[in-house]
């Protein structure tokens, strides 16, 4: 069991310096982005194209986050031993 946790926290380390690493690289490279007009959309027009145009998507989409919070929990809880 030792021996498990301490894979994993090495995982998890060297997952932590990885993700430090990048986000230290991304700001030191970062140059500025091109600036362009920015046009505003209203969150009407948003709201119609996605309950209208995409509406099997988003139902999809409900679906699979639901399955996947499902999952969480299932993974999550503990087992009881009698």
């Known amino acids: 069991m030792k021996e498990n946790s ?3 926290l090495v995982i998890v ?3 932590a310096v990885l993700l430090g690493y990048m986000m230290a690289l991304s ?9 362009t ?8 027009d948003v709201a ?3 309950f209208d ?6 139902v999809i989409l409900g679906m699979l986050l639901s399955a ?3 999952g969480g929990i299932y993974l999550a809880r503990k087992e009881v031993k009698d």
Do not use: Q, R
């Open 68 to 70: 996947s919070v499902l």
């Open 27 to 35: 700001l030191i490279s970062s140059e500025a982005w091109e600036t």
């Open 48 to 50: 119609h194209s996605l």
């Open 13 to 15: 380390v060297t997952a």
């Open 53 to 58: 145009d995409y509406s099997f998507a988003l």
């Open 6 to 8: 301490e894979a994993t």
């Open 37 to 44: 007009d920015i046009n505003e959309v209203p969150m009407e």
